[in-house]
């Protein structure tokens, strides 16, 4: 029989004196929530419904959706991503103006929850984005190969106008060190 361990508990387990990175061991969890309340003909084809800000250096532990039934027509679908909060940043030559899209789709892509209500909240932290990137900050989750060190805003960007009046309740859960 063989014994198996993951990366930080082979870190953890490890005599060279090398520690654990805070913010998959140990961290501080802070959590994130809001509503938004959506009436009918307000979202539309492209929109962006920002609905976090969060730290760069932020590990996402969950993403909970909530929503009233905000298409009838069943229509619509929605990304959950990243976008750049309020301070312009440059990295590995690429310069993201405030508010311009990272990357739109990280954690969820063209998810159909809005055609109906959710009232037991549905989990996108890990929809699009690969299980064993649980130890990702924000930042690598974008796909950036640095951390800019400027708060980032978790978005839904929809493909379709919802017909229907409705909240949005987003619950983030998140580590930092």
């Known amino acids: 029989m063989s014994t198996a361990y993951g990366v930080n508990t082979t870190i953890i387990?490890?005599?060279?004196g090398t520690k654990a990175e805070g913010g998959s061991v140990g961290?501080?969890?802070?959590?994130?929530?809001?509503?938004?309340?959506?009436?009918?003909?307000?979202i539309g084809a492209a929109d962006v419904i920002h609905m976090a800000d969060l730290p760069s250096n932020a590990k996402i532990l969950s993403i909970k959706i909530f929503?009233?039934?905000?298409?009838?027509?069943?229509?619509?679908?929605?990304?959950?991503?990243l976008y750049n909060?309020?301070?312009?940043?440059?990295?590995g030559g690429t310069t993201y103006d405030a508010g311009a899209v990272i990357d739109d789709d990280c954690y969820a892509s063209a998810i159909t929850d809005l055609r109906?209500?959710?009232?037991?909240?549905?989990?996108?932290?890990?929809?699009?984005r690969n299980i064993n990137a649980v130890?990702?900050?924000?930042?690598?989750?974008?796909?950036?190969?640095?951390?800019?060190?400027?708060p980032f805003r978790l978005c839904l960007t929809t493909d379709a106008a919802g017909d229907t009046a409705g909240d949005i309740t987003v619950i983030v859960q998140y580590m930092v060190s």
Do not use: H, Q, Y
């Open 67 to 81: 929503n009233d039934d905000l298409d009838s027509g069943s229509t619509i679908t929605a990304d959950v991503g």
């Open 13 to 16: 387990n490890n005599d060279d």
């Open 85 to 91: 909060g309020a301070t312009k940043f440059t990295v």
């Open 135 to 150: 130890n990702n900050f924000l930042w690598e989750d974008a796909g950036l190969s640095e951390d800019p060190r400027r």
């Open 116 to 128: 109906g209500a959710v009232t037991t909240g549905t989990e996108v932290a890990f929809e699009a």
């Open 27 to 42: 961290g501080s969890v802070r959590c994130f929530m809001d509503t938004i309340a959506a009436g009918t003909g307000d």
